[in-house]
C-alpha cells in the first residue's frame, strides 16, 4: 500500500496543509498518483465553511464507497467537525484526522499501515504547529508560509474556530528560515498564510508581531515579492500599511474581509469593529503612496439582514471600490451562535440579495480594469495558452494579465523555459470585468 491520491478542497490553507501532507507521505515513501484508481490510498482534505462544500466530500464518498482494497481518509475542517461520525456515515472511510493533528499524521499512517480501522486524529487541544522537513510545493515560483493558524474570534457564523483550534503562532525564526530556504531553492515570492495573520506574534518574544515578521520576510535576499492572507480589520494595525509603504516587494495588494457594510449586521456577527472602524483602515489604506489594491469577502442574508442593512453593504462596495469580492450566502453551520438565531432569511431572498450585490461589483471592477489601459505592469509570467497563443502572467496586485510577446527579430518565439518565471513589463491595452490583457513592452 504505498501509492496516494489527494484531493484538496477549500482554502489556501488547505491547499498549503496538503503540500505539507504530501511532504509526509513522500517521506514514508508513499507515491503520488494523480487519479483515485491508481491509488491504494485516497485522501480527501476537505472544506466545510459553507454547507456547499461540505457536501461535496460525502459526494466524493458515495461516488467510490464500493471501491475494493482500497484506504479511505478524509482530512481537514470536515473530519474536525464530523470527527467519528464520518465512519458511520461513510463505513468505508478508515481514516479520520483534522488539521491540529497533522503533527501526529505519521504515526496515524502506521496504524492505517498495520491494518488499523477507524483510525482518528480529532484532538484540539494543540500548542503545536505543522511543521515537515519536507514540503512538496507545486508551482516553481511561489511559495506559501504558515506563519500562525488555528483563530480565537468568534464570528457568529463561522466553523473554523471548531475546525481548526486555538491561536498558535510559529517560531519567528523558524518562519524566516523557511523564507531564506525558499528564496535559495529559487521562489521568489512568497504568500504568508493565517486564518488571522494579523494577530501573529512569536512564541518566543511576543514584541515581534505580524509588521515588523512581514517586513523581515521582504528583506530576506531573493525575495521578489511578498503577499500575506488573511487579515481580521479589528487586529490591522496601520504599521501594516507602513511595511507596505517602505518595501517595494510587499505586494501592493491586501484582502480585508469586511463581511457587511452595516454596523448592526457587524455586531450581530460579532465583528468586533463597526462600518466606520473598518472604514477608517481602508482611509489609512488608500492614503498610502503605493496603489495598493483591495479586495474583500461579504457574506449576505445574515440572520436579521434587513433590506436598509444589505443597501449599506451595496453602499460601502462603492465607497470602498475594490477590485475584488468574494461574496457567499449565508450558509447556516452547526453549533455556531447564528445557528440559534432567529430571522432567518429564505434562500431566494438571499439569491437575490447576492445577483445583485455580484451585478453591482462587476460593474466597479469594468471600471477599475478600464482605467488599468495604457499602464505598463510588471509580471510574473507562470503560463501559456496555446489555444490564444497569450502568456499568462500575474501581476503584484494578484491580476491575472494575459499578453502576447513581440515577434523576435528572426521570427522565433520564445519557448516556455526562457519566459516561465521570469518578471516582464507588459502594456495593458484591454479589460474586461475579471482581466486584462496587453503587450509585453521589451523584446524578449
Ligand atoms: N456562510 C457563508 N459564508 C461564510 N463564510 C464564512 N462562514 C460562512 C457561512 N457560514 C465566508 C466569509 C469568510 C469566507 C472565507 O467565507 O466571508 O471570510
Ligand atoms: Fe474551509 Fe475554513 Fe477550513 Fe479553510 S479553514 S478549509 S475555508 S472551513
Redesign the pocket.
Known amino acids: 500500500m504505498k501509492r496516494f491520491y489527494i484531493e484538496t ?6 491547499v498549503h ?1 496538503s503540500e505539507k501532507v504530501i511532504g509526509t507521505l513522500e517521506q514514508r515513501g508513499y507515491v503520488q498518483v494523480h487519479t483515485p484508481e491508481k491509488a491504494d490510498l485516497v485522501l480527501y ?5 459553507r454547507d456547499k ?1 461540505e457536501q461535496k466530500v460525502f459526494q466524493r464518498l458515495s461516488e467510490n464507497r464500493n471501491a475494493k482494497g482500497k484506504v479511505f481518509g478524509v482530512l ?3 473530519a474536525q ?1 464530523e470527527g467519528e461520525r464520518i465512519f458511520e456515515r461513510a463505513p468505508h472511510v478508515r481514516l479520520v484526522v483534522g ?1 491540529a493533528s497533522y503533527p501526529r499524521l505519521g504515526e496515524l499512517l502506521v496504524q492505517i499501515e498495520q491494518g488499523g480501522d477507524r483510525v482518528a486524529g480529532l484532538s484540539l487541544d494543540t500548542e503545536a504547529t505543522f511543521e515537515t522537513p519536507v514540503t512538496r510545493r507545486d508551482n516553481p515560483y511561489r511559495a506559501y508560509i504558515t506563519i500562525i493558524e488555528g ?1 480565537d474570534k468568534d464570528c457568529a457564523y ?3 474556530p471548531y ?2 483550534g486555538r491561536e498558535r503562532s510559529r517560531r519567528w525564526e523558524s518562519v524566516l528560515e523557511e523564507a531564506r530556504t525558499l528564496a535559495g531553492m529559487g521562489y521568489t515570492e512568497i504568500q504568508l498564510l493565517g ?1 488571522n495573520v494579523n494577530s501573529y506574534r512569536d512564541p518566543g518574544d511576543p514584541s515581534r508581531t505580524f509588521a515588523p515578521l512581514l517586513e523581515a520576510v521582504a528583506q530576506t535576499p531573493g525575495v521578489r515579492r511578498v503577499r500575506f492572507t488573511t487579515s481580521h480589520p479589528q487586529d490591522f494595525g496601520r504599521d501594516i500599511v507602513e511595511v507596505i509603504d517602505r518595501n517595494e516587494n510587499v505586494c501592493n495588494m491586501v484582502h480585508l474581509p469586511v463581511q457587511s457594510g452595516s454596523t448592526r449586521v457587524l455586531e450581530a456577527m460579532q465583528r468586533q469593529y463597526t462600518r466606520d472602524d473598518y472604514m477608517r483602515r481602508i482611509e489609512w489604506l488608500k492614503a498610502s503612496p503605493r496603489d495598493i489594491s483591495l479586495s474583500t469577502d461579504i457574506i449576505v442574508g445574515f440572520p436579521g439582514e434587513t433590506e436598509e442593512d444589505f443597501e449599506q453593504t451595496l453602499r460601502l462596495l462603492e465607497e470602498v471600490e475594490y477590485d475584488q469580492v468574494f461574496s457567499f450566502k449565508y450558509s447556516v453551520r452547526p453549533n455556531t451562535p447564528a445557528e440559534q438565531m432567529g430571522n432567518h432569511i429564505p434562500e431566494q431572498e438571499k439569491s437575490r440579495r447576492l445577483a445583485v450585490l455580484q451585478e453591482k461589483q462587476r460593474g466597479i471592477q469594468l471600471r477599475r480594469n478600464t482605467a488599468m489601459i495604457g499602464r505598463v505592469l510588471e509580471v510574473l509570467v507562470e503560463g501559456y495558452n496555446s489555444g490564444t497563443g497569450q502568456w499568462i502572467g500575474r501581476t503584484a496586485q494578484n491580476r491575472v494579465l494575459n499578453f502576447v510577446a513581440q515577434p523576435r527579430v528572426d521570427g522565433s518565439v520564445p519557448a516556455k523555459e526562457e519566459l516561465y518565471g521570469r518578471y516582464l513589463p507588459v502594456r495593458v491595452t484591454r479589460a474586461g470585468p475579471n482581466s486584462l490583457a496587453g503587450d509585453c513592452a521589451i523584446a524578449v
Do not use: E
Not at 478542497?9 to 488547505?14: I, W
Open positions: 478542497f477549500g482554502c489556501q490553507m488547505n496543509d482534505n476537505t472544506c466545510s465553511i462544500a481537514g475542517c470536515v467537525q488539521s483563530c463561522c466553523v473554523v475546525t481548526r486564518q
